[in-house]
């Protein structure tokens, strides 16, 4: 058995490969992203309205970064039940978010 | 792989295409049998599990914006952040991150035990240096004063950096675990599978923390 299954598991290199370079890949556009995060931040070339927007983007862009390499999502591969289940999860997400700031923000704009 | 599937059973691998994953996240790969073909279900739940935490983060996310001005004039976030540290927890979580994914991949080639173990302990070294750096910061914001009952904003804002630093607690015991699992059964079919999985919410704690840092930590630079 374990014989076997050694030579079975040594196949598939290009496959390890491209394993190993989607972590590494991943990280790199991590840490650049983060960079530019702190740049962004600390720096402010365009005055705080661009660089709150610079923070959005990429986060976001990072968050797909984190996704793609590290989770390996990958939209167009996944089956129906984990792309419904993704998009379940960001519909309860944007209802309840919305709402919450909506309303708490609200509430609390009136106390203050 | 004739071997195997006669070894394994021949009747559980029609559907299966090996040139797509059976679920998101890192495969064992049809080279490792049952393992994988199992693996489809429980990373399934695993994946619910996840989405269902990232509902709750994003629901002390919310909490967190709206509270933003309700300092009750206590301290703020300029006056906790310290980015010099949360640069290097950034970096200290960015790499525990990518050794946790090189040890699943040097378990899914097989490439010993040893390697798989030390890789592992590698990840949770780094995961206890953010520990060790966000606990120093909680401790230097109790000493200005700035304790959850001060304020709305310092309730949420403790609420939320603490839910994740709590994450990555369990995660390290969880490391621990994991260590302990391949040393008394070795990397078997469900130690591997579970592994998997700890990795997949050890990657998920570096999606939170993006979401952390830039609503709550980098804005502290800006005031």
Redesign the interface.
Same mark, same amino acid.
């Given at each position: 058995?374990s014989t076997? @299954? /050694?030579t079975?598991? #040594?196949? !598939?290199e290009a496959?390890?490969r491209r394993?190993?370079r989607s972590?590494?890949w !991943?990280?790199a556009g991590?840490?650049v992203l @983060?960079a530019f995060?702190?740049l962004?931040?600390?720096w402010?070339p365009f005055g705080?309205f661009v660089?709150?927007c610079g +923070? !959005?983007a990429?986060?976001v862009a990072?968050?797909i970064v984190?996704?793609r390499c590290? +989770?390996?999502?990958d939209l167009t591969?996944? #089956?129906r039940? /984990?792309l419904q289940?993704?998009l379940f @999860?960001f519909l309860?997400?944007a209802i309840?978010?919305a709402g @919450?700031?909506w309303i708490? !923000?609200s509430l609390?704009d009136r106390m203050? | 792989?004739t071997?195997?599937t006669s070894?394994t059973s021949t009747v559980a691998d029609p559907g299966v295409d090996a040139s797509?994953?059976l679920?998101?996240?890192? &495969?064992l790969?049809p080279?490792?049998g049952a393992a994988h073909r199992d693996a489809e279900m429980v990373v399934?739940g695993f994946?619910?599990f996840l989405?269902?935490d990232?509902?709750t983060f $994003?629901?002390f996310?919310?909490?967190y *914006?709206? $509270?933003i001005? $309700?300092t009750a004039g206590g301290p703020g976030n300029a006056a906790i952040t310290d980015?010099a540290s949360i *640069?290097m927890q950034?970096?200290a979580l960015? *790499?525990s991150?990518?050794v946790f994914?090189?040890g699943t991949?040097a378990m899914?080639? &097989?490439e010993g035990r040893a390697k798989v173990v030390g890789l592992l302990l590698a990840s949770l070294a780094l995961g206890l240096v953010f520990l060790g750096l966000e606990i120093r910061d909680f401790m230097h914001a109790a000493e200005i004063g700035a304790v959850p009952m001060r304020s709305g904003y310092l309730s949420a804002y403790w609420a939320l950096v603490g839910l994740h630093g709590l994450h990555v607690a369990v995660g390290s015991l969880l490391i621990v675990a994991m260590v302990a699992q391949i040393g008394v059964f070795g990397l078997r079919a469900d130690v591997k599978s579970r592994i998997l999985r700890l990795g997949?919410y050890w990657? %998920?704690l570096?999606?939170i923390w993006?979401?952390i840092?830039?609503v709550i930590f980098?804005?502290g630079? %800006?005031a």
């Open positions: 058995m076997n @299954t /050694d079975v598991l #040594k196949l !598939g496959e390890h394993e190993l972590y590494y !991943g990280f991590a840490v @983060t995060s702190f962004a931040a600390l402010q705080p660089a709150y +923070l !959005g990429f986060a990072q968050i984190h996704f590290f +989770l390996h999502l591969r996944q #089956k039940e /984990d289940l993704l @999860t309860i997400i309840m978010i @919450t700031v708490l !923000g609390m203050m | 792989m071997s195997m070894m797509r994953p679920h998101p996240g890192l &495969n790969g080279a490792h399934f994946w619910v989405m269902s990232l509902v $994003a629901m996310f919310a909490i *914006a709206t $509270a001005d $309700a980015l *640069a950034t970096g960015l *790499a991150s990518l994914g090189l991949v899914k080639y &097989n997949l990657h %998920f570096d999606v993006v979401g840092i830039t980098l804005p630079a %800006f």
